[in-house]
């Protein structure tokens, strides 16, 4: 066994050396997570976090004295929108009312200019506000006052009130480095590993080095364990790399389950392990295994959450989330990081990456091919 143990361990160290002197996986590893980090980072802060936050709009009102106007606007700065001087580069609402105090209606015109992310929430917080301003002006009317009762009104005690605020460690939906450092580690974990772990597998068989290692004194099952073993040292490596650029150039807060998040993703590395010595295995060229493995990774990242909250998604995406390992992934990762969940959560996770990278690993074994 000791002997079989260390046939495997050379072999896994010998490609982590030969994976390591290619020009793209290195790439791949070391230069583009970091970019990618820092730019999608950057163009996603405030994005679907500010759903949580506040929203600036520049506002236009024909009346400000007017008592229902004056409402209106306290009932946007309780709903979380900010009001930015004119000419900000920011939505604008023009309101208009009736200049004697009557109990004419506010009229609201909402100028959104190009749609943002946000754009949809800011318009059902208008709504909000809008219609709780038509509430108090019909319980007013109801007692028989007039529209300068509406912040007497207002102040009065209620009976019911809901608090809404959002669920989890950060209190907001995730975004910038939150959403974009776990989902593009994810990715780029994959891409490498099927992409150039799957091109090396196809080039020693093609320049036939996979035929004088079969003829070396080791076993079949000792060479495809340290071909797995080699994919799974590289996933490592890119995981521990970008955990560490995240951490330290960007400021990462993987939350109080660091254990977790490492067994979360060594999971998820050997799926990525088992699926790139598949990939390397059934491919017959060097463009069929990148494509194919560009293709899968995209898919995975796309459905799995990788590339932007899952939540702001449709319902569909968010049940197909959960059939993919990505998802499973993510989902684990979003649980540990952005609600600061205890390991025992994504023991549901962990158990369906070890067992679809078993099943996979299984199939990559009996296709795997020296020549």
Partial sequence: MQHSLAN??????????FALRDRATLLWLVLMPPVFFFFIGNMTAGGFGAMMTGSEIVIEAGSEHDPATQRFLELLTEGGFVSAEAGADAPMLRLSAASDGTDGPVIATYLAGDPTPTTDFEVLRLRRAALTLQSERAAVAARGHDASSIAAFADEVRTLTVEVEAAGRLGRVPSGFEQTIPGILVMFTMLVLLTSGGVLLLMEREQGMLRRLASAPLSRREIVAGKWLGRMLL???QIGFAMGVGTVLFGMDWGPSLPAIFAVLLGWAAFCASLGLLVGSIGRSQGEVAGLGMLTTMV???????????EVTPDWMQTLQLVVPAGWTMDAMHRLVSFGDALVTTLPHLAALAGVSLAVAALAAKLFRFS
């Fill in 235 to 237: 996933a490592v490596a």
């Fill in 300 to 310: 995975m990242a796309a459905l799995g959450g990788a590339w932007w909250p899952i």
């Fill in 8 to 17: 495997i361990w050379f072999i896994a160290k010998a490609d982590v050396l």
